[in-house]
């Protein structure tokens, strides 16, 4: 089985909760004779932001002219990014809830493969079709907060933009989602809590070893 690991933090896991996931997972798939393992760190990785240089790049490969320098690298993280997420079939996401949402560097990821044709098409009614149903993502997020309480829940744009993408978008299966949440809030609990959530993120490795 081909796995692919996304790890979206860039913190030491001494300091960041998601990097400490990233890392235990990591540990227990280590023996895992099943799993072909590919990490993509979106902070390692030459990641242009999507936006107007891009539809530029596209705009010039159809007429035949010179990409800059900056509209190159960017077809190429794009294409990149398409190229281990194509050979996947299970997506393993790492990644904290900052300032309500995700890093900039996982957003800029998903904006890569979330194109009409690869990972969706629209159908009749404009409602998307998927093209990748297959593919199956687990997710694994620490948020300092409690934002599973419903008056935070609106406010939650990490967890929930990831289903929407993933569930909603593309149609795939999240087969399994481990939160750490509330070690900031109840310092005194910090470390329960943590201990806890990574159990649990050992628990979906010794899952995944098993399939």
């Known amino acids: 089985m081909n796995l692919l690991v996304v790890k979206a933090n860039n913190r030491p896991a001494s300091e960041g909760v998601s990097s ?39 705009g ?32 393993v996401f790492a990644f904290p809830l900052w300032n309500l949402t995700i890093p900039a560097k996982l957003h800029t990821f998903i904006d890569y493969i979330d194109e009409a044709g690869y990972t969706f098409s629209y159908g009749p009614d404009g409602s998307p079709v998927y093209l990748m149903p297959e593919k199956k993502v687990i997710l694994f997020n620490a948020r300092g907060g409690y934002y599973s309480a419903p008056e935070m829940q609106k406010m939650e744009h990490a967890v929930n ?10 149609g795939m299966e999240v087969m ?32 995944l070893k098993e399939l």
């Open 176 to 207: 399994d989602e481990v939160i750490i949440e509330g070690h900031n809030a109840r310092r005194d609990q910090a470390e329960e809590i943590i201990e806890n959530g990574l159990r649990k993120v050992a628990k979906t490795a010794r899952k």
């Open 161 to 170: 933009y990831m289903r929407s993408i993933f569930a909603g978008m593309f």
């Open 20 to 58: 400490k996931m990233y890392e235990t997972f990591m540990e227990s798939i280590t023996d895992a004779k099943n799993l072909n393992v590919t990490v993509y760190d979106v902070f390692a990785e030459d990641m242009p932001y999507f936006g107007q240089e891009l539809f530029n790049a596209f």
């Open 60 to 91: 010039k490969l159809q007429s035949g002219e010179e990409l800059s320098e900056l509209e190159g690298r960017l077809l190429t993280a794009k294409q990149k990014a398409k190229d281990v997420f194509s050979a996947a079939d299970v997506v």
